[in-house]
């Protein structure tokens, strides 16, 4: 069935059609074209969901774009929806403002570096920004001068990743790979036939995510001894979501992380300090006290070392109300901490008596 195919050729865009109130903006109709172009085939649903419409919307939109001259096809029918024809290319130059914002904001410059893509990289914004009218570029350039990502924590250190290419040529080319993997703080190395089915960065740390038996797993590129393709094709399961899988795994992650949880009294001039001071720790709750009283918080560790370290640190800002046994090896560690240092002091006393009567 044919929606479109000449229909209204030489009449323009129909921006306000006469007879409704319907307002077709012209930025939808070129994502309407883009996202076609890239998917081949969509369904009213999806471009709906996309552009965040309603499917008559989008019905709409398509009877505009036939009525412009865009060949626009319908298929009804399971594996249905609209298409453009394979042959059919449109060149649209045009950007919303935010549209290039995003694109010209600077880019994580360390994961282009790794993949060899920064000099690639560059040249595309370059040529990018040459093809743009001189009142796009100069937007651009004030978007780049006043915002910068750096996607490192301040605490990172730089990880070797020699394999990385390797590991990268497997996953474009969809190869098996041989994989020579140090796990744990002991090193111990294991030799695994994975299917890579994708790379992620976090932060500026790399991971492989990897099919092993038809199980996912996830390889810190850093602990890769060895890596070689095979000659096998790599099996990718069917439906596939790296972002989606990645997320997933990341909360199954957090949420079997060790759990010590602490309430505590705290100075509220402290408040502000309390989620920087401890790399480990995680604020749950504050109930703020009326005036100047302490305030009642609740705060996660991962242990109970973590947490007895984090507490010291506070001095006498912070009171442990619980867990009882955190309270006492707090008092232990601080009667300790006085000793030691009453000691050092009675000894450095009695050195400089015994050098004034010599």
């Known amino acids: 069935m044919i929606c479109g195919g000449g229909a209204g050729r030489g009449h323009g865009y129909p921006l306000l059609q006469e007879g409704?109130?319907?307002?077709?903006?012209?930025d939808r109709l070129i994502s309407i074209l883009m996202h076609l172009q890239v998917n081949r085939r969509m369904t009213s649903r999806e471009l709906a969901e996309k552009l965040e419409v309603s499917q008559r919307t989008i019905h709409r939109d398509m009877e505009a774009l036939s009525m412009a001259g865009v060949p626009v096809y319908a298929e009804r029918g399971t594996g249905g929806g609209w298409f453009l024809p394979p042959e059919y290319r449109t060149d649209l130059t045009g950007m919303s403002e935010p549209e290039l914002q995003t694109i010209f904001l600077a880019q994580p410059s360390r994961v282009l570096a790794d993949l060899g893509l920064e000099k690639a990289s560059d040249g595309a914004l370059a040529k990018l920004l040459a093809a743009l009218p001189s009142a796009h570029r100069r937007?651009?350039?004030?978007?780049?001068?006043?915002?910068?990502?750096?996607?490192?924590?301040?605490?990172?250190?730089?990880?070797?990743?020699?394999?990385l290419p390797v590991l990268q040529e497997a996953v474009w080319r969809e190869r098996k790979l041989h994989l020579s993997y140090g796990r744990g703080e002991d090193g111990a190395g294991v030799e695994r036939l994975v299917d890579p089915l994708g790379l992620v960065a976090k932060g500026s740390v790399w991971y492989l995510v990897a099919a092993v038996e038809g199980e996912l797993r996830s390889y810190r590129v850093s602990r890769v001894r060895g890596a070689s393709l095979s000659e096998q094709q790599c099996v990718r399961p069917p439906d596939f979501d790296l972002a989606?899988?990645?997320?997933?795994?990341?909360?199954?992650?957090?949420?079997?992380?060790?759990?010590y949880t602490v309430k505590a009294l705290?100075?509220?001039?402290?408040?502000?300090?309390l989620h920087q001071a401890g790399r480990w720790s995680r604020i749950e709750r504050v109930d703020l006290a009326e005036g100047e009283g302490?305030?009642?918080?609740?705060?996660r560790f991962e242990t109970e070392e973590d947490a007895c370290g984090y507490v010291l640190g506070m001095g006498p800002r912070l009171e442990v109300l619980e867990p009882q046994e955190l309270?006492?090896?707090?008092?232990?560690?601080?009667?300790?901490?006085?000793?030691l240092y009453a000691r050092s002091e009675s000894a450095s006393q009695k050195g400089q008596v015994g050098s004034d009567h010599a």
């Open 20 to 26: 409704t109130r319907t307002f077709v903006r012209a």
């Open 139 to 163: 937007d651009a350039e004030y978007v780049r001068q006043r915002i910068h990502v750096d996607v490192a924590g301040w605490r990172r250190s730089e990880e070797e990743v020699p394999y």
């Open 244 to 259: 989606a899988h990645w997320e997933e795994s990341k909360a199954r992650f957090v949420a079997g992380l060790p759990r």
């Open 266 to 273: 705290v100075d509220p001039h402290l408040l502000p300090q």
């Open 294 to 299: 302490w305030a009642t918080v609740c705060i």
């Open 327 to 339: 309270r006492e090896k707090v008092m232990q560690v601080a009667r300790a901490t006085v000793d």
